[in-house]
């Protein structure tokens, strides 16, 4: 059947409407355009009866046309106008303009209101586009969240305007609303929330990736949380639109086995952290050594003494071990190379070209410099080398997660032959687990058994005395983190209840998933906290800051790289004598260590506010202090 206009179209009046259809949908404008129209319309028709039909208020003189569609604008704005009214003729034509306005103005009233609505609704979506400038994005949602702003807004208190930019596949609102309950202190640091999803090219665009100054990718709380990562990762190396400059990403993985897929991604831009293994390294190196956290979260918190690399002219020429004594208020303890390779504690005649970067611990960059003073060593203060031989250790491991596989690896790289580690935990995968748990060498034995680790029976039919090294761990595979900290604390104070039965000392060093658990822990009296979330955080943090920060800690936490160890005083120096810094820094130096503090118990040492437990990272090397039996020195070296 052929269209009765012959043109495709269904005739005149269907056109008109489907146009009007159409303007209707572009808006609260075309609305309010509609609304402006009709109001012309409803003045100039009255306007013109009045002008035309000679009607005009009693007392009152002819109107023309000009005052007619003035006297019909007032009354369609104002419908009190027409009280004043005289002559019926007139108040007749004035009070259908009126209730014309009344209608015009109440629809008007509803379109804005219905617009300013929408905005708002659109504006809680948050997905209007980030226009900064030298910002810090973080992308994805989890608990470390809260701990990357914190130290993020430190770290930018020396910055001009700063700018944090998250996204998540979260409501807007509520990110803020958490993100404030949480991060209170915000100092200088702006925080900007938008909802969308992360590995979207579109949503990833409203961030403004392109004039960011670094990207940090979070875990998030989601199934399969690594995959999610390395597509986020993948959208940002790979958008079109990216920029020519390349990023400085740090991400967080949390299965090691996927990380070589990740760096395959991300590149020379990309900075992984390897939750799991951080976390699991970090326990088996404190275990083995009291204290050791406190120097971890030292270096890598904002909050003290954190690690730089920058370049120094200054000391270009010389060698590593005569710019070691150099810096007074700093800590010298590597190189990178003109590639950007990094050299941890290098042999002490290595020397330091021009290109080279300096790898220096600071309170901040601005304290780095050469010192021109002379140098105040003490050479009858340094003792004569006293080699300590490695001795066998046992070692027993309180409860289980997806990390204890990883500690066991790691403490089978480092014990002496004959160690021995006993797993005890009661969770229904334990013997699985254990039957597939990769062993470094054979000097380290396993045995475990199905123990209630919040039992205080169970735990002193353990013996638990007789164990060199107690590693508690929190059971987060299947209980959340205030149950997982609070099983965790029960398994503390039965353990400080049995050393104190037995009048010993047993080193202890727990798992705390929330750092808000750790002041709750510290009435059970164990050696040391490593923070899980906590120190993810402050990784990422710093990976977000510093492009080397990677390396340098791969190669702390790794066997074959330098390692962070806390040696007896006695070892290095002549106890009881007044001696400076600079001569323990020289007495490390003798042997191809690097000087990075000490540890000296005192009493009031419960007082410190950081509750560094006496451990001193980074101080003044013309400082002097007297050492005794019982203190120790940090030391970075290749052992």
Same mark, same amino acid.
Request: with cysteine; hydrophobic share 45%.
């Given at each position: ?44 028709? *009255? ?16 109107? %023309? ?12 704005? %104002? ?102 309950? +949480? ?173 080279? +970067? ?6 901040? %960059? ?66 699985? %687990? ?99 979330? +906590? ?15 990677? *390396? ?18 006695? *070892? ?68």
């Amino acid at each position: 059947m052929a269209n009765r206009d012959g043109k495709g179209g269904r005739g005149l009046g269907a056109r008109l409407r489907y146009e009007f259809d159409k303007s209707m949908a572009a808006g609260p404008i075309a609305l309010i355009g509609w609304l402006a129209v009709l109001s012309i319309i409803l003045i100039v028709i *009255a306007g013109a009866v009045i002008t035309l039909l000679g009607i005009t208020p009693e007392g009152s003189g002819p109107l %023309d046309f000009g005052e007619a569609v003035w006297e019909s604008l007032m009354r369609t704005l %104002d419908a009190g106008t027409m009280g004043a009214d005289a002559g019926w003729a007139f108040r007749w034509v004035m009070l259908l303009v009126t209730l014309g306005g009344i209608f015009v103005v109440a629809t008007l009233i509803g379109v804005l209101s219905s617009g300013l609505e929408g905005k708002l609704d659109e504006l809680r979506k948050g997905r209007s586009i980030v226009l900064e400038k030298d910002h810090t994005i973080i992308l994805n949602w989890s608990a470390s969240i809260f701990d990357i702003i914190a130290e993020l807004t430190i770290a930018n208190q020396s910055r001009r305007r700063p700018r944090i930019v998250i996204m998540a596949d979260r409501d807007k609102v509520e990110m803020e609303d958490e993100i404030a309950q +949480k991060v209170p202190n915000l100092r200088n640091t702006r925080i900007i929330c938008r909802s969308g999803d992360p590995t979207d090219l579109g949503d990833l665009a409203i961030t403004s990736p392109q004039t960011s100054r670094s990207i940090i990718v979070v875990s998030p709380e989601a199934e399969d949380p690594d995959s999610r990562v390395i597509k986020t990762v993948l959208a940002l190396i790979h958008d079109p639109d990216r920029r020519a400059e390349k990023y400085q990403i740090a991400a967080e993985i949390r299965d090691g086995k996927n990380a070589e897929l990740a760096q395959v991604v991300g590149g020379n831009e990309l900075q992984l952290v390897l939750a799991d293994d951080l976390i699991a390294r970090i326990v088996v190196h404190s275990s083995r050594q009291s204290g050791l956290s406190a120097v971890y979260s030292e270096l890598l918190d904002f909050d003290g003494s954190e690690i730089y690399t920058i370049e120094q002219k200054a000391i270009e020429g010389s060698s590593f071990g005569d710019a070691m004594m150099a810096y007074d208020s700093s800590t010298l303890i590597g190189v990178t190379d003109a590639e950007g390779k990094v050299w941890l504690n290098p042999p002490m005649e290595t020397a330091i070209r021009p290109g080279m +970067k300096a790898i220096l611990i600071a309170e901040d %960059d601005s304290t780095i410099e050469v010192t021109a003073s002379p140098l105040n060593v003490d050479h009858t203060a340094i003792a004569l080398y006293r080699r300590q031989e490695q001795t066998a250790e046992r070692t027993l491991l309180l409860g289980w997660n997806r990390r204890a596989p990883i500690i066991a690896f790691e403490l089978s790289r480092y014990v002496a032959p004959g160690s021995m580690l006993t797993i005890a935990a009661d969770t229904p995968e334990l013997q699985a %687990d254990v039957s597939t748990l990769m062993i470094s060498g054979s000097n380290l034995q396993v045995e475990y058994g199905i123990v209630d680790t919040s039992s205080r029976a169970a735990l002193e039919g353990l013996d638990i005395p007789s164990y060199d090294h107690v590693l508690v761990l929190g059971y987060s595979d299947h209980m959340d983190p205030q149950a997982t900290d609070t099983r965790t604390l029960v398994t503390l104070l039965h353990l400080r209840k049995i050393a104190e039965s037995a009048g010993a000392h047993i080193n202890v060093v727990s798992e705390m998933i929330d750092v808000r658990n750790r002041e709750l822990a510290e009435v059970t009296r164990a050696d040391d906290f490593v923070v899980s979330n +906590k120190l993810v955080s402050l990784m990422l943090a710093q990976a977000s800051e510093n492009e080397n920060i990677g *390396a340098i800690f791969g190669d702390l936490l790794d066997e074959q790289g330098s390692e962070i160890l806390m040696r007896k005083a006695e *070892a290095y120096l002549e106890l009881g004598q007044p001696m400076t810094f600079y001569t323990v820094t020289e007495a490390c130096r003798r042997r191809g260590e690097v000087a990075l503090g000490y540890v000296r118990k005192r009493p009031g040492m419960e007082l410190d506010a950081r509750k560094m437990g006496g451990v001193v990272v980074n101080p003044r090397k013309s400082e002097t202090l007297t050492y005794e039996a019982g203190d120790k020195i940090i030391v970075l070296a290749r052992e």
